[in-house]
């Protein structure tokens, strides 16, 4: 049975750092694409991170800040996460992809999420 699994969030300082993971069961994360979201109520879930077999890409707000990477080992997806900052609260989720063959990846699995707050 395939499972993702969050961990990680947590309440810090403005400035502060956190590491989100994603691992999982029933699948070999090396084998896909895997994205990292997140969602405020009343937002629609925003794409933040995504790592390939040949490359990660970000979002703009995110860039120099946070860094997405694996641990084929651990079958584990990590997010590090610097300088946060009050709009970076969120519920963060990850996701499996899979290329569609129409220049877009198809997220298949989503884990249950992980709070971060981030004071101000």
């Known amino acids: 049975q395939v499972q993702l699994g969050e961990s990680g969030g947590g309440s810090v300082q403005a400035g502060g750092s956190l590491r989100l993971s994603c691992a999982a069961s029933?699948?070999?994360?090396?084998?896909?694409?895997v994205g990292w979201f997140r969602q405020t109520p009343g937002k629609e879930r925003e794409f933040v991170a995504r790592?390939?077999?040949?490359?990660?890409y970000y979002t703009e707000s995110v860039k120099g800040r946070f860094t997405i990477s694996r641990s084929n080992a651990k079958n584990t997806v990590y997010l590090q996460m610097n300088s946060l900052k009050p709009e970076d609260t969120a519920v963060y989720y990850c996701?499996?992809?899979?290329?569609?063959?129409?220049?877009?990846?198809?997220?298949?699995?989503w884990g249950q999420g992980t709070q971060v707050t981030v004071a101000s």
């Open positions: 996701a499996t992809g899979r290329a569609t063959g129409l220049g877009a990846v198809k997220y298949d699995y």
């Open positions: 029933g699948l070999t994360l090396s084998s896909y694409d």
């Open positions: 790592i390939s077999w040949s490359n990660s």
